[in-house]
């Protein structure tokens, strides 16, 4: 067992001060970084070593391509070509906002930061300390989620700082992530208009803008999207998706953890289980899920059952991740 001390003295510093954070980011350093769907682990993307220090942190496969991110809409035309009408459009209506754009790249975005795709990924997010920080500097942020490859994305600075110690500079304290979910990832194939990834941002709204789009699943055989593998965002305990009543029929009450959206199953203690949105606000359940299922990891039982949320607006990308928790 670690002394508390120990554990103190190897923490990574945790504050609001941007100085602090823009001087470590110029200097090739990593920052975790607040957004409002989740925390980034932010290097400079034109920088390859520190973006080769990105995929060291996180033990991420160098196939897996990051997002950068921007302060400014009309860097859209700095980082990428070719963008599509569609894509302003979309910029228009929801950025800053959990919503990323695949669009062809400009040379000057290494090759590492796209894993080789001629395409990039691009947001702006909406946190008024990252705003700031990405307006002070003169490089866009490689950033993915600041969690160690394959597990549950940090939606507070607490849980980037219980997992991310070695290489990672300064944490900037932006609070509790409001969306709490990924980005929704939106593309162009051959005038249609792709989600590689449902997330913050529902589709219906994309549509609204768009008109219609089609889903293409993840996997790890699409090369258009070649991170976004099946099993993803999994706790360590083992993890089953369904109707939870009926799986938990195979275990003692004291052996599992459940995740359900409006009400406790009676008959497991209620401190094993995350009800995600009493009221029944997929906007809650989303802000809630990756923080219960931290909580339910954390409790070391057998087994965590999770029931699916309705399948409309931000209950798409809860599902998606619950789907990819159990597919461990
Ligand atoms: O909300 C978010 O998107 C958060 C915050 C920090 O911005 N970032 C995030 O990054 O979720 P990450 O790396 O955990 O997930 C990004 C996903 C990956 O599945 C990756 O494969 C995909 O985006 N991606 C990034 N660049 C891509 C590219 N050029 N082509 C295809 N997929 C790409
Ligand atoms: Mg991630």
């Known amino acids: 067992m670690k002394s508390l001390k120990n554990i103190h003295s190897e923490s990574v510093p945790i504050g609001t001060d941007l100085d602090i954070a823009r001087s470590a980011l110029e200097a090739g350093q990593l920052v975790a970084v607040p957004t409002e769907t989740v925390y980034g682990l932010a290097g400079n993307a034109l920088n390859e070593a520190a973006v080769s220090r990105i995929f060291a942190v996180k033990n991420r496969p160098t196939f897996d391509p990051l997002i950068i991110h921007v302060a400014d809409k009309a860097l859209l035309n700095k980082w990428a070509v070719d963008v599509d009408d569609r894509a302003w459009k979309l910029a228009e209506a929801f950025w800053p906002g959990p919503l990323t754009l695949l669009l062809p790249k400009a040379d000057s975005i290494p090759d590492l930061v796209t894993a080789g795709s001629p395409r990039v990924a691009i947001r702006i997010p909406a946190h008024p300390l990252t705003l700031e920080l990405l307006g002070e500097l003169s490089f866009p942020l490689a950033a993915p989620s600041a969690n160690p490859f394959g597990y549950i994305s940090p939606t507070t600075p607490e849980h ?3 997992q991310l110690q070695k290489g990672v500079a300064y944490i900037l304290n932006g609070g509790s992530c409001r969306v709490g979910i990924e980005s929704t990832i939106v593309g162009f194939e051959e ?15 994309i549509e609204t803008v768009v008109g ?3 889903l293409k699943p993840h996997s790890s055989s699409n090369p258009a999207a070649p991170g976004m593998l099946k099993s993803h965002y999994a706790p360590r305990t083992p993890f089953q998706l369904g109707v939870v009543a009926e799986l938990a029929k195979a275990f003692s009450s004291q052996e599992v953890g459940i995740i359900r959206y409006r009400e ?3 008959g497991i203690p209620e401190n ?3 009800i995600l949105s009493a009221v029944g606000n997929l906007e809650e359940a989303a802000r809630n899920l990756f923080s219960g299922m931290r909580a339910l990891d954390a409790l070391q039982l057998r087994c965590i059952l ?4 309705p399948d409309e607006g931000l209950g798409r990308a809860i599902n998606d ?4 928790a159990a597919a461990r």
């Open 264 to 266: 406790y199953l009676a």
């Open 306 to 309: 999770a029931e699916p949320v």
């Open 160 to 162: 980037v700082a219980a």
């Open 321 to 324: 991740r619950l789907r990819r």
């Open 191 to 205: 005038g249609e208009v792709i989600i590689y990834r449902a997330g913050g941002l529902p589709i219906e709204k």
């Open 272 to 274: 094993q289980q995350i």
């Open 212 to 214: 219609k789009v089609s």
